[in-house]
């Protein structure tokens, strides 16, 4: 039972539509003090940046991760994505008329931001061993 419920959990289809509903749906809410067409529109326009930011994070990470040497390649990387994610985010959002930009964009930047400065640590911890 529990290998079915692993291979689920590992999915990257399970993670893509994870971040689609979960961060669509704090989009929703953080926009909810407008119309609900404006805020449904928020929810779908965040839920497939996340969705997206969820499939390449992971590989823009390693592939910075690669670039920087030293010092540089623990808080390089990270902050990189945080700065680009951070730009697509607030430039798609004024581009569909998010009303409340800030709002919406908080817990996603927070939660990819630390996804990118976590893996990117072991990564940096992986090559300082070998």
Known sequence: MMAPVRR????SVTH???????????AVLANSNHSAQRA??????????SACLTLFLKT?????AKQFKGGAGLWAPPLIACLASTAVLISIHALSGTPEI?????????????????YNYLLYRKRIRA
Do not use: C
């Not at 823009?60 to 910075?64: A, G, Q």
């Open 8 to 11: 689920l959990a590992q999915s």
């Open 16 to 26: 893509v539509l994870f971040a689609f509903v979960a961060m669509g749906g704090w």
């Open 40 to 49: 449904l529109l928020a929810g779908i326009v965040q839920g497939a940046l």
């Open 60 to 64: 823009v990470i390693e592939r910075l």
């Open 102 to 118: 800030l709002r919406t964009i908080a817990v996603p930047l927070a939660v990819s931001t630390s996804y990118a400065a976590v």
